[in-house]
């Protein structure tokens, strides 16, 4: 064994196989693999080995694809077969929403290059004799689906890695991790390494190779079962073998030999090894447990009926690893320098090859090369905890197969973190959802109504009293809590100099806010915030609350010398915003200073009192209208409510949700972090060019914006009105252009205020000052119209008001 490596790669699982070859690729070569038993010994060995594109982010979609192309090359690198049989899949409908979710996945493949296609039931049983077309009401063929061989994979990286130069240690388990000025004392049964970075690629062990550095990480790992036939006669011959998904039975199924594989998502599922998972089990296998899956399979015999008299040659019952949401936790770790995470994996034989792509890009080159924040660890912050893990695990299994609708909330593991107003909003019948495990209002059911959503990819029961929520916005005042934001504050002497190296506008004058772009220095955005200056050495930052472990990881691997402190305000600051035109009106009663137009102008912040509360004030807001955000500590919050609304009752105040706020911004065609602003863009094509500020300082980013106004830019956002009567835009369908897909939608929705089905996306940047488009929403293709100006209020009077 080496005694000091550039990178320790702690299990030897597709996964850490994976990160191990694309090292190697990437021309890190004094790398090596630490297994602590066989190479597969986790989770991997047992597995299935089904691969297909289709993921619910369209990111962790392209890698999927990239992983399932991978194969060719590693077969060739290596001369080991992966045992790739490209069958082809069905995903079947059993009912109409089903059918909405299959035309949903099949519009977003579209802009990925995925070449599925819509058949009936009897064309399904064409490729599926064993089934029985009465059961379903259509179905999605999708070519580039199929299986692989779990073993013929991981060796087949292991050694392509090792042509590279990487060396492989087996049995050899890692037992600590210590930090050194190097990197990492990797102490392992067999010796000592030091290694400049590890990975934590350990499976159902990552807990405990966390734990190793005091870091917990968000899963919870859960038995799964498939049965292997005998032979059955119908589908024996078929040459090119099938693989077939029937999300409502909870099933899916491929050729095994000349029987079937039959594998299930049971919902009354079992959790294994919940706290810790023991260092004994390696090549091992749960006892079967036919019970716990009776209902899957009895729904399995009434639609696949050749199978109720198949033999059963083996059942398996393995566990692998869930997610709070079901995909990777991938990454830097944030506060551990160069200690990565590579674990989390559901799908290590459609995500194994894309995991070890952006792993080593963000390795090697300081960035993984796109927008990876659907499989990001840092989209966990402290509140996933082991309890919280817990019973999302469970969720995440047994909902693996059920439609994730646009509207959804899911709920387990809530309420977990809430405000002190949580209990009045509630009273006044809001409906939440979690952000961050925050509870947060989305909308408000009108007294006397169920505060429950229909769920639906239609227009929802919520469609009214967002309706009636906005008009009180635009047409008197509304008030929103707003405590889902990220809040930073900065102080010390050196805060003014970091804040202009870190965001691309420069900082606001003492009393004002301005919004910042950041940048990575690739040039794209992976922030956008709200900075105020609130004292000559000190400025609070604003952004999205869900990123706030994503920007900390960031801000905090920039920190300047000398005087300086950073410090997340999420514990300590709660707030409201309250907006409309009668919004004035309402802060002047309540508030100590005078707010009139002059005195407090647009973008101003300051320190005053409201009804008593100490209080940050600034003004403006999401909604695009006349508008203040009012942040106070949370032991004063249900003080400072109060006060607003009783003071605003005889103004119309009405409480407004998240869905509203989406509605407003959308016809001030506003962008929002993690929608419209990732790292795929830059600021210019998310046309936020206006806040970026090239004429200061160097800035992170700075550089290529340049390469970037001399060469022109990729993309350019467009906000799209959309000829719809019933259905609105959510996000990722596809933009079409002269009947070619050219590009997709961010986000969208319905503007109640402007009556208009809004959407924004990006498209090439030489189509950008195109003005007609089309967009196909649940199978329809419906016209587009590109908006040149906001919907509502292009002129900014009302903001300024
Ligand atoms: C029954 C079943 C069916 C499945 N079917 C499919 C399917 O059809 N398609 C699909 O894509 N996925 C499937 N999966 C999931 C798939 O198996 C996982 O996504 C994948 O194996 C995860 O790989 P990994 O490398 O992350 O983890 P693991 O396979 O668990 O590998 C981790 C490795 O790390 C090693 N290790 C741990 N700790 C240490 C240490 N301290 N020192 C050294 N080594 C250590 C372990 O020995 C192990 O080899 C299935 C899983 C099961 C159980």
Aim: overall charge negative; hydrophobic content about 40%; aromatic content about 10%.
């Amino acid at each position: 064994m080496k005694s000091h490596v550039q990178v320790a790669v702690i299990g030897g699982g597709v996964v850490g196989a994976s990160v191990l070859y694309h090292l190697t690729k990437l021309g890190w070569k004094d790398v090596v693999l630490i297994e602590r038993s066989e190479l597969t010994a986790g989770s991997t060995w047992h597995a299935a080995g089904g691969m297909h594109t289709i993921n619910s982010d369209p990111n962790v979609a392209k890698l999927q694809h990239y992983t399932i192309n991978i194969y060719k090359e590693i077969e060739a690198i290596s001369g080991h077969s992966c045992g790739v049989h490209l069958t082809g899949g069905l995903m079947l409908a059993d009912d109409e929403d089903r059918m909405d979710y299959l035309k949903v996945t099949a519009a977003r493949g579209r802009y990925l290059g995925m070449d599925t296609e819509f058949i009936t039931p009897s064309e399904a049983a064409e490729r599926l004799p064993i089934l029985d077309p009465s059961k379903y009401v259509g179905a999605m063929y999708d070519p580039n689906e199929g299986h692989v061989d779990p073993s013929g994979v991981t060796n087949a990286y292991a050694k392509a890695a090792r042509i590279g130069g990487a060396e492989v240690y087996r049995h050899n388990r890692v037992v600590e991790l210590k930090p050194v000025d190097e990197g990492w004392q990797v102490v392992t049964e067999q010796g000592t390494l030091i290694a400049e970075h590890v990975v934590n690629a350990a499976g159902l062990w990552a807990r405990e190779v966390g734990q190793m550095v005091g870091i917990s990480l968000p899963f919870l790992p859960m038995e799964h079962q498939y049965l292997v036939t005998e032979e059955v006669p119908e589908v024996a011959g078929l040459v090119n073998g099938f693989h077939a998904v029937d999300a409502g039975g909870g099933i899916y199924m491929r050729n095994e030999m000349k029987g079937v594989l039959l594998g299930t998502y049971e919902t009354n599922c079992k959790p294994w090894s919940a706290s810790n998972t023991p260092w004994d089990f390696a090549q091992d296998l749960l006892p079967a447990d036919i019970d716990r899956i009776e209902f899957n399979l009895t729904r399995a015999f009434e639609r696949f009926p050749p199978l109720a008299n198949a033999g059963i040659k083996n059942v398996i019952n393995g566990p692998f690893t869930f997610t709070p949401d079901g995909n990777p936790l991938v990454g830097p770790v944030r506060g551990l320098r160069n200690y990565w995470s590579a674990c989390g994996v559901i799908a290590g034989f459609s995500q194994g090859g894309g995991i070890g792509l952006a792993l080593s890009n963000w390795m090697v080159e300081g960035d993984p090369g796109m927008d990876v924040w659907a499989m990001d660890v840092s989209r966990f912050g402290d509140y996933a905890t082991r309890g919280y893990a817990h019973a999302k695990g469970i969720e995440t299994y047994g909902t693996r197969f059920m439609i994730a609708f646009p509207n959804e909330e899911r709920t387990a593991g809530r309420p977990l973190r809430r405000t002190p107003v949580y209990d009045r909003l509630k009273e006044k019948g809001a409906v939440f959802g979690a952000a961050y495990g925050l509870e947060h209002a989305l909308w408000f059911a009108p007294s006397g109504t169920d505060p429950v959503e229909t769920l639906t990819y239609r227009r929802s029961n919520a469609f009214g009293p967002v309706a009636e929520e906005c008009r009180a916005v635009r047409e008197a005042v509304g008030i929103i809590e707003i405590s889902s934001f990220a809040k930073y504050e900065v102080t010390g002497s050196q805060a003014e100099l970091w804040l202009n190296n870190v965001l691309a506008n420069h900082t606001p004058k003492q009393g004002r806010m301005v919004l910042a772009p950041m940048l990575n220095p690739r040039g794209r955005l992976i922030g956008d915030f709200t900075v105020g200056k609130l004292g000559p050495e000190r400025f609070m930052i604003f952004g999205s609350g869900i990123a706030e472990q994503f920007h900390l990881r960031w801000f905090e691997s920039h920190l300047p010398d000398g005087d300086f402190s950073l410090r997340s305000l999420r514990k300590e600051l709660v707030g409201f915003s309250i907006a409309g035109p009668r919004s004035r009106e309402l802060l002047s009663r309540v508030c100590a200073d005078d707010v009139s137009r002059e005195a407090f102008r647009f973008m101003a912040i300051r320190e005053t009192e409201v009804g008593m509360v100490p209080c940050i004030v600034g003004r403006i807001t999401f909604t695009g209208d006349l508008g203040y955000e009012i942040w106070c500590a949370p032991e004063y919050q249900l003080t400072l409510y109060e006060a607003l609304l009783e003071s605003g009752a005889d103004l119309g105040l009405r409480h407004f949700g998240a869905r509203a706020l989406n509605s407003l911004r959308l016809e001030k065609s506003f962008g929002s972090y993690t929608r419209e602003f990732t790292s795929d863009y830059s600021p210019f094509e998310a046309g936020l060019g206006q806040f970026v500020d090239m004429k200061k300082n160097e800035f992170i980013g700075r550089d290529a914006l340049i390469e970037e106004q001399q060469n022109g830019s990729r993309y350019a956002r467009i906000v799209l009105e959309i000829d719809v009567a019933d259905v609105d835009p959510h996000a990722n369908e596809p933009i079409y252009h002269d009947g070619k897909v050219v590009g997709w939608v961010t986000s969208g929705g319905y503007s109640h205020h402007s009556k208009a089905s809004l959407a924004n996306g990006y498209v090439p940047a030489e189509l950008g000052e195109q003005d007609h488009f089309q967009v196909e929403i649940l199978g329809s293709i419906r016209d587009a119209r590109r908006l040149n100006e906001p919907r509502f209020d292009p002129r900014g009077d009302r903001m300024r008001a």
